[in-house]
T-cell receptor, first 112, second 116 residues
Framework: KQEVTQIPAALSVPEGENLVLNCSFT??????LQWFRQDPGKGLTSLLL?????REQTSGRLNASLDKSSGRSTLYIAASQPGDSATYLC???????????FGSGTRLLVRP | GAVVSQHPSWVICKSGTSVKIECRSL??????MFWYRQFPKQSLMLMAT?????????EQGVEKDKFLINHASLTLSTLTVTSAHPEDSSFYIC????????????FGSGTRLTVV
């Protein structure tokens, strides 16, 4: 059974800092992995999707890496802004299923 | 981009009544939809997977007679919480699988259900 862990659970930083959010998963037989952002009381917004054959994806100030064999993914946020404050969720999709397995998320607060 | 419209965004109902939540894919065909529930400060828990034109597949521990899912068309899936009780109060989110080069998922904006 796939288990997804995200560290840290919560993070509070001053504006401008570069951040690294970690995601680890126990079963490396994944098809792809997606990072999402969730604002309080809202749905999820997809940030980046990495296929299992890829090592990283970039979108603006966001960079996500994937090390499938070691069961790890990181989300790097450059020059953080208060608008980045949200909960960040990683979700691998298994090879054998269309299901996403969600981590518990990292709650990020970027202070002005 | 792909959009999934979820309604209502919030609902308050009395115990014993039923509530229907709708999710529509506005600009793409969603052959597969997923329904999640989320408790405060917790992650998303998958409840069921629905495929257009067939019965939904429920996760272990989810009562299929209580959470009725219908996926009658390629753009609409509904979740009906029957005989709702206060413990059903939660945040419900749907997600549609977009078939294409990236097989990405698009999420609805969620429905806050409060049963009083």
């Amino acid at each position: 059974k796939q288990e997804v862990t995200q560290i840290p659970a919560a993070l509070s930083v001053p504006e401008g800092e570069n951040l690294v959010l970690n995601c680890s998963f126990t079963d490396s037989a994944i098809y792809n992995l997606q990072w999402f952002r969730q604002d309080p009381g809202k749905g999820l917004t997809s940030l980046l999707l990495i296929q299992s054959s890829q090592r990283e994806q970039t979108s603006g100030r966001l960079n996500a890496s994937l090390d499938k064999s070691s069961g790890r993914s990181t989300l790097y946020i450059a020059a953080s802004q208060p608008g980045d404050s949200a909960t960040y969720l990683c979700a691998p999709r298994m090879d054998s299923s269309y299901k996403l397995i969600f981590g518990s998320g990292t709650r990020l607060l970027v202070r002005p | 981009g792909a959009v999934v419209s979820q309604h209502p965004s919030w609902v308050i109902c009395k115990s014993g009544t039923s509530v229907k939540i709708e999710c529509r894919s506005l600009d793409f065909q969603a052959t597969t939809m997923f329904w999640y529930r989320q408790f405060p400060k917790q992650s998303l828990m998958l409840m069921a997977t629905s495929n257009e034109g067939s019965k939904a597949t429920y996760e272990q521990g989810v009562e299929k007679d209580k959470f009725l899912i219908n996926h009658a068309s390629l753009t609409l899936s509904t979740l009906t919480v029957t005989s709702a009780h206060p413990e059903d109060s939660s945040f419900y989110i749907c997600s549609a699988l977009r078939r294409g080069s990236n097989y990405g998922y698009t999420f609805g904006s969620g429905t806050r259900l409060t049963v009083v």
